[in-house]
């Protein structure tokens, strides 16, 4: 009776065994399909082409190696599964942190791109002819987007579509601004020329208030990162007072958890005091 009960656990855990791999691997397998996407999305959108699928086995292999040194060398569950979460949720972080910045680096250039355009067309030129004499003497990321524009029109789509598809690309406060100019003008029938110099004009106001916010809010910005530096500054003074601190603190699984904690309440005060001093200038 023995044997058929051991038997019968034994095969119950084999079967939960595997119906949980199944549905690890099921989860796994979504979470590729579902990375490899958006990897391919934030890339297109940064005009960088190329095969995405290998992302993946580079992600996979990457976080597999970290995981494994962080296990060789601390033998924490914890940490080890950690590094793995980092692993995982670190490219997409970067990939939007750079979409995030080339938005910024775009709207910076917007003024001095909508100037240009307005000089050629009052000079006589087409909008062609205008985005040519951009392109030619300007800088990515601009030149990027302005010469899709300027490919579309060629292809038949007008100078309005071509500016609606570029705010759906470019998700930024200041296009969106260019956008709603743009069809006020055409709608009304305004001339294009002043309305993209007003334009421009309103921009480099506001790129200049943002500058002065930005600069006024500095001193808030320095002082989290200072608070944020305590706790280690702390930590290393303490060693220099008594080594066995900092060898109870590395070597044991309790002082690694609290190493782990103290790491994690790090991010989320950075994180918190960084949207404390994010002022928005609307």
Not at 120 to 135: D, E, P, Y
Not at 146 to 151: D, Q, S, W, Y
Not at 193 to 217: I, N, S, V
Request: aromatic residues 10%.
């Amino acid at each position: 009776m023995h044997y058929v009960l051991l038997m019968l656990a034994a095969l119950s855990v084999s079967l939960l065994t595997i119906a949980l791999q199944k549905k690890i691997w099921s989860g796994v397998l979504s979470y590729r399909k579902a990375f490899t996407k958006n990897a391919q999305t934030d890339f297109r959108s940064l005009f960088l082409f190329f095969d995405v699928s290998v992302i993946w086995p580079v992600v996979l292999t990457l976080s597999g190696v970290l995981a494994l040194l962080v296990w060789v060398l601390t033998h924490h569950v914890i940490l080890t599964f950690a590094m793995l979460a980092i692993c995982w949720v670190l490219p997409q972080f970067l990939l939007k942190w750079a979409h995030k910045r080339r938005i910024k680096r775009f709207e910076m250039q917007l003024p001095d791109a909508l100037f240009s355009i307005a000089s050629n067309l009052r000079a006589g030129a087409s909008i062609s002819a205008a985005l040519s004499a951009l392109l030619e003497y300007s800088q990515a990321p601009l030149t990027e987007e302005f010469g899709l524009i300027e490919r579309e029109q060629r292809l038949g789509v007008t100078f309005v579509d071509a500016f609606k598809h570029l705010s759906v690309r470019m998700k930024g406060r200041a296009v969106q601004k260019i956008v709603a100019a743009v069809l006020v003008s055409y709608q009304t029938g305004g001339e294009l020329a002043q309305t993209l110099d007003l334009t421009a004009h309103g921009l480099q106001a506001d790129l200049h208030a943002q500058e002065r916010l930005r600069a006024l809010t500095a001193q808030g910005v320095m002082q989290a990162w200072v608070m944020a530096a305590m706790p280690i500054g702390l930590a290393l003074t303490m060693h220099q007072l008594d080594e066995g601190f900092s060898e109870h603190l590395f070597s044991t699984t309790v002082g690694q958890s609290i190493l782990l904690v103290v790491g994690l309440l790090e991010i989320v005060g950075l994180w918190w005091l960084s949207k404390i001093n994010r002022v928005s200038y609307a």
